[in-house]
């Protein structure tokens, strides 16, 4: 059943080096897996689960009864020791070393038991309400329509502007243009970190400063993906071009009718790149957006943890629902990402 | 289920067609087949000059002028005092001594979290690009599960990592119960450096990794069979074929990762937010700071930084293309 594991170079035998691979390999998922994994236990844990040390690894919550006579719920527990163990018991308050318990079928008598012989009463629950409340308190939606906003518009206009470029560039023979060229690619050199000063001034002027435009323009015009397209469409053959401008076709028909959709993939390897950046994009976003309503998604987790430094229940929700979108595209798309970014060697 | 979704995209793509062609075909008239190139090139030319070409040269304004104000006839001109109250140190091994001891904090911080992030980085890809590039079964799935981090944005890496890393965190229950002492990971300074160069490696390795792979995966196969052929050994097939073959691409892994560690900012401003102390303040974060957190915002100083960080930065770039420029000639 296992000879799928020991297939080896063709040598036939598991040797050393096979077991290191695969305890290597191993390790690994449970090095880059685990700590999502344990994000996501954690987000259906309850606060006062969560606050729990050590932590268990599944969302177990202790188990609360009403019990006739008393107002709040009471903490089931199950007695381990001492003459009334085996029973399960709800505890009404604790006071030194014991606890005072009560038989939820049997209100009226009092127990006394020591706070070793008791274990909590636990089952599985899923604290979904870390989730509902997000939507209902804090705003979640709005938080996930901005960063969708910005993903999607900077998107569209990034593939547009850097289509028509590369398209100019690779298909029209003008003066200036290896200048052009030269001057775009010469920006991959250039980090947008570096500029953020006069950046800011820039997009301040334009009054954008507080709005989605402010983060969404500075970064449309990406040296990687005029680079990316223009290398694609110098493979389509021009005299494809040339018979559709026989049938008098205009330009504007070539580029989007016939040179578009044959650059396909390289499109493709853009969309994927650019819904990469923008969905994850920090520290301009921090810089641009300062009012809360405006906030994407990484600022409104960022503000979070800084203010609800104890809050984590909601915290690790918003962490599940903001990883959600990028994973799931991940786990479609994998092979297509995978390739886009080793062709292009950029992330 | 996604059958409305291409409708409705096709439906816009003929929709933009037509929004665009009457104008496009009178621009086409004014200026000629040939010359439409430019109003092609025009959209993202205009971006370009607008947040990158005109940037550059504002940010030399800004690096020479004082005050909090942001535009530049508010300013006031100071020459070159922003670089002279960075670089004013009476002793440069010693932050202390500096005019701006947290810029030089900044910039040590900087220095060996490059040193170790790249290096344990580009170590532990390479060691999983060989691994990966055995011929093991579920390799696709193997190789995105080193991939998976790449994808996640430094904000949720952060998170990840903060919870396991908490003083009541499951790290530190797991080293209980094996009986070994606790530590409060973020909040001792040497742990908490440790942490941002691990977390940062854990994030970011994949991405490397799959450069190194599709380098590997280049070697022709010829190659190897000849060496088996001549009964040579694994270490001498890895030292003399694998290596050599592979140098191109470990530079330009070792210099894009280099590029990248010196402006690293994102997922450690959220785990540790240069903390404890400055104890994991790297440059980008003081330029952050000095520049829009913290009141006044010295606009003329975080200029400055950002060119002495650019000026590292052209280094290693022209660095990469002497590489493969070498590279591609031998």
Known sequence: ?347 | MLAPVTSAASWLYAAAFDLFERPMLMLQKMTGAQRIAWVFLLPNLLIFSLFTFLPIILNFFYATTGSDRILLQDRPFVGMANFASLLRCADYLNPNSCERDIFWRAVYNTGWFVVLQVGFMVAFSLLTALVLNRNIPFRGFFRSVFFYPVLLSPVVVALIWKWILQRYGVLNAALEGYGLPVVNWLVEGDWAFFWIVFVSIWAHMGFYTLILLAGLQAIPADVYEAAEMDGASKWRVFSRITMPLLMPTMVVVLVLSLIRAVQAFDEIFVLTGGGPGSATLLILQFIYETGFAFRPQLFGLAAAASLLMAAVLFALTLLQLRATRKSAEG
């Not at chain 1, 969302?59 to 009403?66: F, Q, W, Y």
């Not at chain 1, 100019?168 to 953020?196: C, D, E, Q, W």
């Not at chain 1, 810089?287 to 998604?297: G, K, S």
């Open chain 1, 1 to 347: 059943m296992f000879s799928f594991l020991t297939r080896t170079r063709g040598r036939g035998r598991f040797d050393l080096t096979d077991w290191l691979t695969w305890i290597y390999l191993f390790a690994a998922i449970f090095l880059m897996f685990g700590p999502v994994a344990w994000v996501a236990l954690s987000s259906f844990k309850t606060e006062a689960a969560l606050q729990e040390y050590p932590p268990r690894l599944l969302p177990l919550a202790p188990v609360t009864t009403t019990v006739e006579g008393h107002e709040e719920p009471l903490q089931l527990y199950r007695v381990t020791g001492g003459e009334h163990e085996g029973r399960v018991l709800a505890q009404i308050r604790r006071i030194g070393l014991m606890a005072q318990m009560v038989d939820p079928e049997n209100p009226d008598e009092r127990l006394q038991v020591s706070i070793n012989d008791r274990q909590p009463v636990r089952e599985f629950a899923l604290a979904t309400e870390n989730y509902s409340r997000l939507f209902q308190r804090f705003n979640f939606m709005l938080y996930f329509w901005n960063s969708v906003f910005i993903t999607v518009v900077a998107t569209i206009i990034t593939v547009l502007f850097n289509s028509m470029a590369a398209f100019a560039l690779s298909k029209y023979r003008f003066r200036g243009r290896t200048v052009v060229f030269i001057l775009i690619i010469a920006t991959l050199m250039i980090p947008p970190t570096i500029n953020l000063i006069p950046i800011y001034m820039v997009v301040s002027q334009l009054g954008l400063v507080n709005s989605p435009w402010g983060v969404i323009w500075p970064a449309v015009a990406t040296p990687t993906g005029v680079f990316l397209l223009r290398q694609y469409m110098l493979t389509i053959p021009d005299d494809l071009l040339d018979a559709a401008r026989m049938d008098h076709a205009s330009e504007w028909r070539v580029y989007w009718k016939i040179v578009l959709p044959l650059s396909a993939p390289a499109l493709a390897v853009l969309v994927i790149l650019s819904v990469m950046w923008r969905w994850n994009e920090f520290l301009w976003p921090l810089i641009v957006l300062n009012r809360q309503e405006e906030f994407t998604l990484q600022l409104a987790l960022n503000s979070f943890q800084g203010e609800l430094q104890t809050a984590w229940s909601s915290l690790l929700a918003m962490t599940m629902l903001t990883l959600l979108p990028i994973t799931i595209v991940f786990a479609f798309l994998q092979k297509y990402v995978t390739q886009g970014i080793a062709q292009t060697g950029v992330k």
